[in-house]
């Protein structure tokens, strides 16, 4: 008797294209404990968004959002203009002296120092934040040490504030202070001589992430220059492709790896977790499009927050136009579309009060994810489950007599159509009412080998667990 197939899996594109097996706009759910008559895995349908804030009122390139505890508010960086809960602030020196486009990276000092403060950098200049919301722009007007051009990202330690420079220099401030600088208070990261792209804390350690090394620094409490000293025998031989791919949340980080100079010319993701693990996660079908992307790979964009009860790590990729989604809990790939089918537009995440605030890239909207809203600002998208093309065990021809799919009531359609030419063509779409009890359709034809594909677009939720071919084989 024939089993059920799960609808589960990873990105298998034998290329760069979009034939073979694709998980499109779903998230994969793992019971940890399945009864014998259950499926440990359920594929849904991924959250819809719901508009929140519009801040410039027009199509504006989105650089960064965060959520700052001391004063619950949200703050957002739009072109050359911050934005606190949608209203523009204003500034001690214009805005439009620093970058306008690019991510922006986001700080809080701690609290012991009695004053509280947010820092955003866009990689040429700081802007300071208090908790009433006066801001101050900082450079090298205000202090001739002040490190420019940095890479953005900024970091505190031990009441230090760090930032890195291209040329490998990580430069600290005086300590309590992110504003105070002194002209020997650095060091240069890498012995291997490359460039420097991103740092990040993690634990009580930075990381420096250098085109072909990534190495590991501890307060070491030193009396002149840098407090930092390295930790020799945790340098990794590998190192970062942009950081724009760079997003972490808690001690959990993941990004895109690069060793080009090493002879290492293709590209994977990593995660680095907070036991200090460090997991290549990805697949050979990513690798490729990760490949394809060359130098575009700047222009990726990344974030991570807890979505649906899972951990998710979203990767925008620019030449391919597709979003890859990875589950640090499920340890499952997908991807993730907008309603036109291109890539999941959203830069940059944050979250308050159990509430996920997406920004998107160019059209000027901040957005909330849930998982009880089904549409895209009012949109619907398309789910796609596509199958590996399959001869199901013998090379006679074969007739489909029925197939039959196993998944909760839900409202409208369940779409499918088959390719019998390696995905050269699909039949036109037969429709599977998910309200009936038995969700099935009969009578597809015969074939050689054949793939299938399975599409959702109805304003409601959705979850399947496998689907069943009746296959007849023929003479």
Not at 20 to 46: G, H, M, W
Not at 82 to 109: C, H
Not at 419 to 445: A, H
């Amino acid at each position: 008797m024939p089993k059920p197939i799960p609808f589960v899996g990873s990105p298998g594109q034998r290329g760069t294209g979009t034939t073979d097996q694709r998980f499109v706009n779903i998230l994969f759910e793992v019971e940890k404990n399945p009864s014998p008559t259950s499926y440990p895995v359920a594929c849904i349908k991924r959250p819809g968004l719901s508009t929140s804030t519009r801040p410039t009122g027009a199509s504006t390139e989105g650089r960064g959002i965060y959520s700052w505890g001391a004063t619950a508010s949200l703050y957002s960086f739009f072109g050359g203009d911050i934005y606190v809960n949608g209203t523009k602030m204003t500034s001690t020196a214009s805005l439009s002296t620093s970058t306008v486009s690019g991510r922006v990276w986001f700080a809080e000092t701690h609290e012991d120092t009695g004053n509280r403060q947010l820092v955003i950098c866009d990689g040429l200049d700081n802007y300071i934040i208090t908790s009433t919301n006066i801001i101050t722009q900082i450079d090298q007007v205000d202090d001739a040490q002040y490190p420019v051009s940095s890479c953005g990202p900024v970091v505190m330690l031990d009441g230090f504030m760090f930032m890195a420079k291209p040329n490998g220099q990580i430069w600290n401030t005086d300590v309590n202070t992110v504003s105070s600088w002194t002209a020997t208070a650095y060091l240069t990261a890498d012995t291997f001589g490359s460039e420097l792209e991103a740092i990040h804390k993690q634990k009580d350690q930075i990381i420096a992430f250098t085109k072909n090394r990534i190495e590991f620094y501890f307060n070491n409490g030193n009396p002149t220059g840098s407090p930092l000293l390295r930790i020799d025998q945790n340098t990794l031989g590998f190192g970062l492709a942009s950081k724009n791919s760079l997003a972490w949340s808690g001690e959990t980080v993941i990004f895109v790896s690069e060793n080009s100079a090493d002879g290492d010319g293709s590209r994977s993701v990593y995660m680095i977790t907070s036991l200090g693990k460090v997991t290549e996660i990805s697949n050979p079908s990513l690798n490729r499009l990760l490949a394809v992307e060359g130098a575009s790979i700047s222009a990726c964009s990344a974030w991570m927050e807890r979505v649906a009860g899972q951990l998710i790590y979203c990767l925008n990729l620019s030449v391919a136009n597709r979003s890859f989604i990875y589950s640090v809990d499920t340890g499952l790939w997908c991807e993730w579309a907008s309603a036109s089918g291109a890539k999941f537009n959203c830069v940059s995440a944050t979250s308050r009060n159990g509430v996920v605030y997406l920004q998107d890239g160019t059209n000027g909207w901040i957005y909330t994810l849930s998982p009880t809203v089904y549409t895209d600002g009012g949109t619907v998208f398309t789910l796609i489950i596509q199958t590996p093309r399959s001869a199901f065990g013998t090379e006679k021809p074969k007739i489909e007599t029925t197939l039959t799919v196993f998944g909760d009531n839900t409202a409208g359609n369940l779409w499918v159509s088959t390719s019998d030419d390696d995905y050269g063509t699909f039949t036109s779409t037969r429709g599977i009412d998910m309200s009936l009890p038995l969700k099935q359709v009969t009578r597809l034809g015969s074939f050689q080998s054949r793939a299938h594909k399975f599409s959702y677009n109805t304003e409601s939720s959705f979850r399947v667990q496998a689907w069943l071919p009746e296959i007849k084989e023929g003479k």
